[in-house]
């Protein structure tokens, strides 16, 4: 079976939820992903992704306990599925093999 | 310390909304946790801001993505159920999907001054087309909005000698009544007005229809209460009333006992028999009806009452098969009275058409062909954002270059650009009906107020006809928009620039044509702007002049009387009842009037709250009038025009504080008949004298009939005296010749002025009723009014045109600076590379911008220059305009904006052309 292969943001995402510890949920995900690249990025299209990841069946959530700081609302906590490991295996290789030999090449360019 | 952590409420809603259920909670949750740690650190206002700001980026972004997975599932079901229907869709991708409609969105957002400029631009556009759609379609509607309403006909007859004018009497309505098979319901009706004088309330003067019972049955609704009208009550000339629903909330107070009640209506005691539904409004816009009845003197001059008929085409029945009946019996009556009844021309018109006077098909042509001339303002405004778009499109060549290659269609591409056309000009639609919908709720309450009612079926709102419309010209928009562009862009030259892609990007080579594009598009805004900017000024100063006296503590009226005759006719005013009586009998009517109004004029003197009455007869001869200067050439005429004659009171000059420049005043001994005295104010004396004195001159009026030699020539007048100009209708005073109003030669109507001691005089204005009624019920004070507040609401209607002409203008200004823009910076960029390999080889970077700048300058120069030819030639067209007046400012200031806007779309590209790495600059090439 063919499949997709992982976009920019969602392997931003997916290892920013490899990262973190504990409860893994919006929130921190955000915060860290805008901590490691330095980037602000749109709280909104996080949200999107992470929606997106788990139709593909790539990360999994489920609903914890509310607090009163959130109005009673409960947090929708993730974590990366078997499958969205091996994706992102198969995405880290093939940007290794796109950048063996780039190194001096980019030397003389500079 | 507690802090409020609640997020704003209507952002909070606005979010929930927004967001698909099943995330809805815990995103909610998410945000509402850091709105708490923001508010934590003490800033509130900034966490509110960040709230609505993330409510705003979650709704767009979920909006979209919910677009995208619709069309997902969509597809998905498409390729389930059928293949060979998905075949199908294949070959028909070049259809605009769910993916082209979130693009476009995307490019909405992502190309903001863009979207900003043309959604302007096209809003006002479709405003403008929306409007005058919905007053043409009211115009020349023929439904009524009662039962059977469309099949309502007016019947009239047509004066062959005079074209445009129409008449029907007591005489047509009897005949037509007993002899028309395919009209039924034939009924009468004739508006008056009557002062309504009830217990412990202000008199007031109301429109009082006198219709016939048939009138009732003709517009087929029951009363509310009570009954409504019937033969009997006509033919024994009843004093009894129906009431309408709004004057029985208002006037009294819902009272379910109201049936029996007596009111007094001018000279008359009436009784309530019945009070119709709420919306009742037959036959124009009416709230009293009594019986139409006619005394034995009055049927004996059947032949010269006026009456308004109407009935409805009885089944089977058109128009022009009721034109054909009432044709033979036209000719018949012809034979039987041929001192009423000939060259005349009976005409059945649907009643709406009638109320408007639309008789023939050439009017609804000319109505038509107006809205599509406004219409055109679209397509200009259309074909400016066209070029925007097109400008845009030329940068993302490369992009279609691609798509191109991998295998999309051109009527794939092209379908994708008229998406993204679509959504502007949807966004334009949506902006341009709230528009029309706030002016035409304005136009609706000043046509109110300049005509003193509208028929009941006329309502200026956003129809769904009228959305439909909106729509319809989104498309065309986006037609234009999108298309035309879109082809251009996808043309023969797609392959040429994918060849380029490898090399820099692409590139739309667009040489002469461009320079042609920017040239026009300078010149076309130098032309019209200035125009604009002149009328805009000129309706500015008008409806935000000083009036020059202090108008609040003035009352304006008109006062009338019962049967005596008044000028106001028709539908809308009420009618010259004045043929209803005989000559012998009219002239103790007026005899009464005058007798009537001079004591009403001395009792209100009398009055302590009052500081000065003056009488003030506009417009009281009606014939025209022309005025010859004895000392100067025969040759000098002014052009009649009545309005500037005016007869006033010995006390109207002292009444406003206007002093008297040369000469004097008006004295009682000149206010008798055969007096010579005339006054003139300053405007009228410099137009016809010039620098010498006007003291002394002479002239006089000549009287002439539809334009042929003078006759009547009146007697000879010597102006003895000059005022300071003053005008309270016109802000720009116009020449004026004043004459005493003599007491035993007025006319009614008569217009009364009242100062009052107080700074607002509308707390005088029910005394002044009281006063009027008390001296004789049938004394009638129509459109009485503070001079304040006319003023406001005939300013109010010129600040509604204003504002539409600047919003207008600056929409045109925007586009045409955004379209130069555009333009100047794409030729500039286009030249980059060149500016860089110049730089990299050495060139001096001060003469390289010279050369380009030299370029850019010469286009826009030549472009002032064609504008400025432009505008003289469109003002000597014209007659009158920016030049004409001498308003050169409009003119330097358009040029000088274009110039500007010109140069700084060039500056940018021009200094990161400079900034270019030679490398960079040879690689590329």
């Not at chain 1, 790539?58 to 609903?63: A, C, K, P, Y």
């Amino acid at each position: 079976m063919s499949h997709q292969g992982l976009g920019d943001f969602e392997q931003m995402v997916l290892l920013a939820i490899l990262h973190l510890r504990g409860e893994v949920y919006g929130v921190p995900i955000v915060d860290e992903i805008e901590r490691r690249t330095g980037r602000t990025v749109s709280r909104a299209a996080v949200y999107i992704t992470l929606r997106r990841l788990e139709e593909k069946g790539l990360v999994s959530s489920w609903m914890s306990d509310s607090t009163p700081e959130r109005g009673g609302k409960p947090r929708r906590c993730v974590r990366v599925e078997p499958h969205g490991l091996m994706l992102l295996r198969e995405s880290r290789e093939a940007v290794n093999k796109m950048w063996r030999g780039i190194g001096p090449k980019l030397e003389e360019i500079r | 310390m507690t802090i409020r952590s609640e997020p704003p409420t209507l952002a909070r809603r606005l979010l929930l909304s927004a967001l698909p259920r099943d995330t809805r909670d815990d995103i909610d949750g998410d945000l509402r946790e850091l709105y708490v740690r923001r508010c934590a650190n003490g800033n509130v206002t900034s966490a509110r801001a960040w709230y609505w700001r993330e409510t705003l980026s979650f709704s767009a972004r979920f909006l979209v993505e919910r677009l995208r997975t619709r069309g997902l599932k969509r597809r998905r079901v498409r390729d389930d159920v059928s293949p060979a229907r998905s075949a199908s869709h294949s070959r028909r991708g070049a259809m605009p999907s769910a993916i082209d409609a979130r693009l476009a969105l995307r490019m909405l957002v992502k190309y903001p001054g863009l979207s900003f400029v043309s959604i302007a631009g096209l809003s006002i556009a479709i405003a403008i087309g929306v409007i005058v759609f919905s007053v043409v379609a009211a115009v020349v509607d023929t439904r009524l909005p009662l039962p059977d309403g469309h099949r309502l006909v007016a019947m009239s007859n047509a004066v062959l000698a005079e074209p445009g004018q129409n008449q029907s009497t007591l005489r047509d309505y009897t005949s037509w009544r007993s002899a028309l098979t395919s009209v039924r319901d034939v009924s009468a009706f004739t508006i008056v007005g009557r002062t309504l004088v009830i217990p412990n309330a202000s008199p007031e003067l109301v429109r009082v229809v006198r219709m016939s019972a048939s009138g009732f049955q003709l517009a087929r609704s029951a009363p509310l209460l009570g009954r409504t009208v019937h033969d009997d009550d006509e033919r024994g000339d009843a004093r009894v009333v129906v009431i309408g629903y709004d004057e029985w909330q208002r006037r009294f107070a819902a009272n379910p006992d109201v049936i029996g009640k007596r009111v007094r209506l001018g000279s008359e005691q009436y009784t309530i028999i019945g009070v119709m539904p709420n919306g009742f409004r037959f036959p124009v816009n009416d709230g009293y009806w009594i019986p139409l009845s006619f005394g034995p003197q009055e049927r004996a001059r059947d032949g010269v009452i006026p009456l308004t008929i109407a009935g409805r085409l009885a089944g089977g029945a058109t128009t022009e098969s009721a034109s054909a009946q009432l044709a033979a019996i036209g000719i018949r009556m012809a034979a039987a009275y041929p001192d009423t009844h000939t060259g005349l021309r009976p005409l059945v018109r649907p009643y709406t058409r009638a109320f408007f006077d639309i008789d023939n098909a050439g009017s609804i042509y000319e109505a038509h062909l107006f809205q599509l001339f406004i219409g055109l303002v679209l397509v200009v405004v259309a074909t400016n954002v066209s070029i925007l778009v097109y400008a845009r499109t030329a940068t993302r060549a490369g992009e279609i270059a691609v798509r191109t290659a991998l295998g999309a269609s051109r009527a794939r591409v092209v379908m994708q650009l008229f998406a993204e056309s679509l959504a502007m000009c949807a966004t334009a639609a949506i902006v341009g009906l709230v528009l029309a919908g706030v002016v035409l709720t304005q136009v609706q309450r000043a046509a109110q107020h300049e005509l003193g009612t509208l028929p009941f079926w006329i309502q200026l709102r956003l129809s769904p006809v009228v959305i439909g419309y909106a729509l319809l010209l989104a498309l065309v928009g986006a037609a234009i928009t999108g298309i035309v562009p879109a082809l251009k862009a996808t043309g023969r030259r797609v392959q040429a620039n994918l060849q380029q892609l490898s090399g820099n990007g692409t590139r739309m080579q667009l040489g002469r044509a461009w320079t042609t594009l920017i040239v026009a598009q300078v010149a076309v805004a130098v032309t019209v702007l200035p125009f604009a900017l002149h009328f805009a000024e000129e309706v500015v100063a008008s409806s935000t002049g000083n009036v020059g006296y202090p108008a609040d503590a003035f009352l304006e009226a008109s006062v009338a009387m019962e049967s005596a005759g008044a000028e106001r006719c028709g539908w809308i005013g009420f009618c010259d009842r004045s043929t209803d009586t005989s000559a012998a009998e009219q002239s103790a009517l007026v005899a009464r009037f005058r007798d009537r109004a001079a004591e009403f004029v001395r009792r209100t003197e009398s009055d302590p709250a009052v500081a000065g009455v003056a009488v003030h007869a506009r417009n009281s001869e009606r014939v025209e009038i022309e005025r010859v200067a004895s000392s100067l050439p025969d040759s000098l005429r002014i052009s009649s025009d009545i309005g500037r004659i005016g007869y006033v009171g010995t006390s109207f000059f002292a009444m406003y504080d206007l002093p008297l420049v040369a000469g004097r005043g008006f004295t009682s001994s000149d206010a008798h008949t055969g007096a010579t005295a005339v006054v003139v104010n300053q405007v009228f004396a410099r137009n016809q004298f010039g620098s010498e004195p006007a003291l002394g001159r002479r002239l006089r009026f000549v009287h002439r009939q539809r334009g042929v030699a003078p006759l009547d020539a009146g007697p000879w007048l010597e102006i003895v005296g000059v005022v300071r100009d003053f005008d309270s209708d016109a802000y720009e005073p116009q020449g004026r010749i004043y004459r005493p109003a003599v007491a035993a030669e007025l006319l009614p109507p008569l217009d009364i002025v009242v100062r009052t001691h107080t700074s607002s005089a509308a707390a005088f204005a029910p005394h002044l009723r009281e006063l009027a009624a008390a001296v004789d019920p049938a004394l009638q004070l129509d459109g009485l009014t503070v001079a304040a507040e006319r003023h406001r609401q005939s300013r109010q209607l010129s600040r509604w045109v204003g504002f539409g002409v600047i919003a207008a203008m600056v929409s045109a200004l925007l586009l045409s600076a955004a379209g130069i823009y555009a333009m100047m910076s794409f030729t500039v960029t286009k030249r980059r590379r060149e500016i860089g390999i110049r730089s990299a080889l050495g060139a001096d970077p001060a003469r390289v911008l010279r050369s380009v700048f030299a370029r850019a300058s010469a286009q826009i120069v030549a472009g002032i220059a064609v504008g400025i030819l432009g505008t003289v030639a469109l003002d000597r067209v014209a007659g009158r305009g920016p030049v004409h007046d001498g308003n050169v400012l409009a003119l330097v200031f358009v040029g000088a904006m274009m110039a500007t806007v010109g140069m700084l779309a060039a500056v940018g590209p021009a200094r990161r052309g400079l900034a270019i790495q030679p490398t960079e600059a040879l690689r590329e090439e």
